[in-house]
T-cell receptor, first 112, second 114 residues
């Protein structure tokens, strides 16, 4: 009964370091999303995917890259972390664009 | 492009009072609209959704929302607030189909006073 699983849950990075956040879903959903949540800003869409092998830019894609090599996984990469990328990152998946999105528990990332 | 505006970043009500959280949307095509709730240190969960069927949508925990095309609104209501309703609420819009960009508003934090 996993749903959407994000790893890691917490991470501290130094400026300039790189990392990859992993999102895995076991519901066979086509759509997957990466959001960042900052106080007073709500959730802002970074990138999304409408199926295996596809990715598209959201509202705030700069500084991030994504890959969807397998249907169940959606990876978010930071090539050179900056303090402005300190945030809580949420992954979500949905069967289609008009169906319920299921969220992971979030990854709290701090860049120092 | 789609967008969502939630009026009021904080709303405070007394227990037993009416809850009204406002959401206005902008969309170039008929939208799909959602309300999600987030409890502290958790992910979001769906309260209810509008997908072009009935304009009055009932959700979980006694919440409901009415789609008003003429006002481009999708306000969330609950007749009687409970302490457990204290959380942050997010309105979201999607174009559906092959356009998977689910866009959220900035959220409204609901406080419930005893």
């Amino acid at each position: 009964n996993a749903g959407v699983t994000q790893t890691p849950k917490f991470r501290v990075l130094k400026t300039g370091q790189s990392m990859t956040l992993l999102c895995a879903q076991d519901m066979n959903h086509e759509y997957m999303y990466w959001y960042r949540q900052d106080p007073g800003m709500g959730l802002r869409l970074i990138h999304y995917s409408v199926g295996e092998g596809t990715t598209a830019k959201g509202e705030v894609p700069d500084g991030y890259n994504v890959s969807r090599l397998k249907k169940q996984n959606f990876l978010l990469g930071l090539e050179s972390a900056a303090p402005s990328q300190t945030s809580v990152y949420f992954c979500a998946s949905s069967e289609q664009g008009d169906t319920e999105a299921f969220f992971g528990q979030g990854t709290r990332l701090t860049v120092v | 492009a789609q967008s969502v505006t939630q009026l009021g970043s904080h709303v405070s009500v007394s227990e037993g009072a009416l809850v009204l959280l406002r959401c206005n949307y902008s969309s170039s095509v008929p939208p799909y609209l959602f309300w999600y709730v987030q409890y502290p240190n958790q992910g979001l969960q769906l309260l209810l959704k509008y997908t072009s069927a009935a304009t009055l949508v009932k959700g979980i925990n006694g919440f409901e929302a009415e789609f008003k095309k003429s006002e481009t609104s999708f306000h969330l209501t609950k007749p009687s607030a409970h302490m457990s309703d204290a959380a942050e609420y997010f309105c979201a819009v999607s174009r559906g189909g092959s356009q998977g960009n689910l866009i959220f508003g900035k959220g409204t934090k609901l406080s419930v006073k005893p």
